[in-house]
T-cell receptor, first 114, second 113 residues
Framework: DAGITQSPRHKVTETGTPVTLRCHQT?????MYWYRQDPGHGLRLIHY???????DKGEVSDGYSVSRSKTEDFLLTLESATSSQTSVYFC?????????????FGSGTRLTVV | GQQLNQSPQSMFIQEGEDVSMNCTSS?????WLWYKQDPGEGPVLLIA?????ELTSNGRLTAQFGITRKDSFLNISASIPSDVGIYFC?????????????FGKGTKLSVKP
């Protein structure tokens, strides 16, 4: 396993507040990803990173930003949380240029925005 | 964007039965992957397929890379209660963004003892 740790595992926050989720990996994987999982939608890519300080948007990036200042850490920030961002968030890592070997996922963060 | 159509969306079966699910796309894929997600956990890779026609097994699970390269199948034989979970297909499309997988929406499997 890639040794992926997501924190916190659960969070309840109020609408309009900023929230930061953390993903930490110990396997020195170059690629890191943030997904959200909602019933009926499967896994949807929010943002991804292909190296330190190199990030790009996924299909549902509005309202989210990311930062990667170190190989091992990938942060997801909700600038001003809304109820539509209530979801389970997964971080994943990939070891190579190609996704052929698949990703390794963390255990997820359940975020509730009230 | 590219999409994967995974079916069925859910299955409710009796313990001991065999299970089949599939994933299709309008695009050609060069890699197909199957993941399982247990309740409260992240998806875990079960099987990876890299060649058209390839058939790969992992215990009671067997997956195939379709010869058209636009589909893949997962079979589970003699299901047991611990097979419960959500099964996702994923793939990398030819010409797609390198390093990025496309995921199906999942098949939720429930097993009745």
């Amino acid at each position: 396993d890639a040794g992926i740790t997501q924190s916190p595992r659960h969070k309840v926050t109020e609408t309009g507040t900023p929230v930061t989720l953390r993903c930490h990996q110990t396997e020195n994987h170059r690629y890191m990803y943030w997904y959200r999982q909602d019933p009926g939608h499967g896994l949807r890519l929010i943002h991804y990173s292909y190296g330190v300080k190199d990030t790009d948007k996924g299909e549902v990036s509005d309202g989210y930003s990311v930062s990667r200042s170190k190989t091992e850490d990938f942060l997801l920030t909700l600038e001003s949380a809304t109820s539509s961002q209530t979801s389970v968030y997964f971080c994943a890592t990939g070891s190579g240029m190609s996704a052929n070997y698949g990703y390794t996922f963390g255990s997820g963060t359940r975020l509730t925005v009230v | 964007g590219q999409q994967l159509n995974q079916s069925p969306q859910s299955m409710f079966i009796q313990e001991g039965e065999d299970v089949s699910m599939n994933c299709t796309s309008s695009s050609i894929f060069n890699t197909w992957l199957w993941y399982k997600q247990d309740p409260g956990e992240g998806p875990v890779l079960l099987i990876a397929l890299y060649k058209a026609g390839e058939l790969t097994s992992n215990g009671r699970l067997t997956a195939q890379f379709g010869i058209t390269r636009k589909d893949s199948f997962l079979n589970i034989s003699a299901s047991i209660p611990s097979d419960v979970g959500i099964y996702f297909c994923a793939g990398q499309a030819v010409g797609g963004s390198q390093g990025n997988l496309i995921f199906g929406k999942g098949t939720k499997l429930s097993v009745k003892p």
